[in-house]
């Protein structure tokens, strides 16, 4: 038999396939040795030197060759390997180094986001912020808002801080002014869907995918171990899963092994009251920060346009279209309680567009207000714009009314009517009165009542010589007109958390059972209402006996008819 060293001679390939791989050198490689090794391969078969052991045999064509290896302790250098060998092997490192520097980054994303996400689902951290969200709304009742600085320079002075240390600065710095739109309101929003939309994906949809699950159980001990377990002797699961399928159960059977639930969308409303407070969250996001809001007195018989009063509340408010559209006070009047007091207010207003064409027109109250194109206009206020008088059958002369300051929610308005030297320093005139658009109050000169006129009426009354006759009081509308994107969205997530909320109160019940031999082994939970469980468990179970007896019956009979 040839020597292994003659063997890996004769047959390269096998040469090939148990040579080591050579691995690159540093360019300073260490002087190298040659042993030679030859080797005289035998056409046939002997006797000889092998001990009794048999040779193979060699081709004839091979003839008496003579084989020379060349053994080295050290691999050659990088250079004898063929020209692309570096420049190949160069790539392959730096793909390498690559992926596992993509591998690292992509590593540490997912650590991190982790980390995150069972931050923000913390439960006490979502508890913690509805807290803070509640406290600042609360705050936003009790502080003014949207007021000019100078009414909190004075009324929340330094000198004089409310509860010790409440000063203009703690309001004005930090937005709470406009607190529905302060940058601290809006992060805790923003932070509290964050929290919610963690929870919904570490915690509800792995539920939801958990419960929507066949779980069958295959071991008796397993189902005994359930919230509720019982032993039904003489049963089936086919008659027990006819007895589910009655109360409302959805009967899965595979092989011996019976699973049923019933209430899987108690499983999904949890998910869905976080996608409502969502909605909530983001119609108030978006009220306090693209709604416009303006407000305007106009005296009856005049107009305005839309655009002209309306002043945008954040960086998200843009001016539709509708804002070209003027509107017109076709007439205001008021009615009255049989006391004297004003009970109810209207306005008739027209809407034009920028053709001129009457598009609308209606006569708003307070709580019915107008809505067109996304545009709310609220009756929210009166006033007294002016006085027609004649005197001495001249004019008539519109006076204009002023408001008059007085302690408490009383409206006064006043106005003068000049007599003679009117270009002197000390005007005077006759003195005109009103709480109302009902009735005006005359003064003379020296201030000495001298009576009251209904404009209605047209009554001459003869002051200081002066025949003065009222001929009309025109009122002026107070409307605040408002455009708010933000609720529709803000109704809709209301409605859906009214909604997922009631739908949440459904219990989700499940139920295992296992035929073993002539005996059902059932088991069941619930994760709500586990008394009306256990009583509809044992409901259920009642039924078994009587649905026993009945096959048993049908039984007897076939058996007799045969």
Known sequence: ????????????????????????????????????????????????????????????GAGKAKKQV???????????????????????????????????????????????????????????????????????????????????FEKFPEDNPAFGFITWRWILTPGFDHMFSSPVFLGLLALLAASLMACTYTTQIPIVKVARRWSFMHSAGSIRKQEFAESLPRASIQDLGVILMGYGYEVFTKGPSLYAFKGLAGRFAPIGVHIAMIFIMAGATLSATGSFKGSVDVPQGLNFVIGDVMKPK??????????????????????????????????????????????????????????????????????????????NGEGPFNLAMAPLKLNGDKKLFGTLLPLENSGSSNVKGISMLARDLQSIVLYDQEGKFVGVRRPSSKLPIEIDGNEIVIEDAIGST????????????????????????????????????????????????????????????????????ELISVNENKIDSKQSAT
Not at 11 to 26: E, K, W, Y
Not at 31 to 56: I, L
Not at 115 to 131: G, K
């Open 314 to 391: 954040g960086v998200l408010s843009f001016a539709p279209d509708v804002f070209n559209t003027e509107v017109h006070v076709n007439r205001f009047y008021m009615e009255y309680y049989d006391s004297g007091e004003v009970s109810q207010f209207y306005s008739d207003l027209s809407l034009f567009d920028l053709d001129g064409k009457e598009v609308m027109r209606k006569t708003i109250k307070v709580n019915d207000p107008l809505r067109y194109g996304g545009v709310t206009i609220y009756q929210t206020d009166w006033g007294f714009s002016a006085l027609q008088v004649k005197k």
């Open 478 to 545: 107070g409307l605040d007109l408002k455009t708010d994107p933000g609720i529709p969205i803000v109704y809709a997530g209301f409605g859906a958390l009214m909604l997922t909320t009631c739908i949440s109160y459904l219990s989700h019940s499940q139920i295992w059972a296992l035929q073993d031999g002539s005996t059902v082994v059932i088991g069941g939970k619930t994760n709500r209402a586990k008394l009306e469980f256990s009583e509809e468990m044992n409901r259920l179970l009642d039924k078994v006996p």
């Open 1 to 60: 038999m040839p020597s292994p060293t003659c063997y890996l001679l004769l047959n390269p390939a096998a040469s090939r396939s148990h040579h080591r791989p050579r691995l690159p050198l540093p360019a300073a490689a260490p002087p190298r040795r040659r042993v030679h090794v030859s080797c005289d391969a035998q056409r046939t078969g002997g006797g000889g030197g092998g001990g009794g052991v048999k040779r193979e045999a060699i081709p004839a």
């Open 70 to 152: 060349v053994f080295f302790d050290a691999a050659p250098p990088v250079s004898q390997r063929g020209g692309g060998g570096e420049e190949e092997e160069g790539k392959g490192e730096g793909k390498v180094a690559r992926r596992k520097k993509e591998n690292a980054a992509l590593g540490l994303v997912r650590r991190l986001t982790k980390r995150t996400l069972s931050l923000l689902s913390n439960l006490p951290l979502a508890i913690s912020e509805m807290f803070a969200i509640a406290a600042l709304m609360a705050l936003g009742t009790v502080i003014d808002q949207g007021e000019a600085p100078s009414y909190y």
